[in-house]
């Protein structure tokens, strides 16, 4: 081999080893970006199924008759009081074995919900807990509320959700803890008889930690869009700092229904998958 094809395979070694090594220093914050998306979706799951139940359940509704199940599997129940007192438990309940939903997840175990007022009313309030709940074999623990803060200035219902030392376990030695707060604007499906058509606009922040240690903090900067006919996000952008300095945005997309989002570091971009 002669010198000069020498010297640019050693360049060559150098620029894939450089590329390598940088590649495998951003892994554990891809990987820390991965759960924070994953605990961003499980939140608005949460959301999601207390929210079409309490839509089912008139006596937590309004004096209205039920309207549809959009997830299917689960069995709402409430605890017996006198009508129109507060505050009333629903207990949902999918059952002891993972049962797969209409929107392809499975789930298992308890979600409870305490009421304490309708949960159409400004200034309700209801706090979340859960038995033994997992979901795609996540346990998740720990608690959340859902305020009903009224209208704003287009007409539109807003809800503040609530999270308190949420945790996800994805195995029993794996953990993922968030808490924050997020604000949910409902501007489509109000008007009809199913959640199915809902969209709700999403900003604030949640920060926590990953299962490899590193902190996380996401702030949406464009509106996260979660559109009940899709199970992902399916539009929106979020800053996320990993550990002390990894400035980073997690893009959820163009408007597509799928499972894919976009970490973006710097000049590079990485695919990230949405729960």
């Not at 605990?39 to 937590?60: R, S, T, Y």
């Amino acid at each position: 081999m002669t010198k000069g094809r020498v010297f640019v395979f050693a360049i060559l070694v150098h620029v894939i080893l450089f590329a390598s090594c940088k590649k495998d220093s951003l892994e554990p914050t891809i990987e820390a970006a991965t759960d924070y998306a994953l605990a961003d979706g499980i939140i608005n799951d949460i959301f999601n199924i207390v929210d079409d139940a309490a839509k089912n359940e008139p006596q937590v509704l309004r004096n209205e008759t039920g309207l549809s199940v959009a997830f299917g599997c689960y069995n709402a129940s409430l605890e017996v009081t006198p009508p129109d007192t507060f505050p009333k438990k629903l207990v949902i309940d999918f059952g002891p074995v993972n049962c797969l939903g209409i929107d392809g997840r499975k789930r298992r175990g308890i979600i409870n919900a305490s009421f304490n007022g309708r949960y159409s009313l400004a200034s309700s309030k209801v706090t979340i807990t859960f038995n033994s709940y997992f979901v795609n074999d996540n346990r998740i623990s720990g608690t959340m509320s859902i305020i009903n803060t009224g209208l704003n200035s287009g007409g539109n219902t807003v809800y503040r959700n609530e999270i308190q030392d949420l945790i996800i376990q994805p195995s029993t030695s794996e953990v993922i803890r968030c808490s924050g707060s997020v604000t949910r604007e409902w501007v489509s499906g109000s008007g009809s008889a199913t959640t199915v058509d809902d969209i709700h606009l999403l900003t604030g922040n949640i920060k926590g930690s990953a299962r490899n240690g590193n902190t996380f903090s996401g702030s949406v900067i464009s509106a996260v869009v979660s559109d009940y006919s899709c199970r992902s996000f399916v539009t929106g952008t979020t800053d996320l700092v990993i550990g002390n300095n990894v400035q980073s945005l997690l893009d959820y997309g163009a408007g597509v229904c799928d499972d894919k989002g976009t970490l973006k570091i710097e000049k590079r971009q990485y695919l990230i998958l949405l729960f």
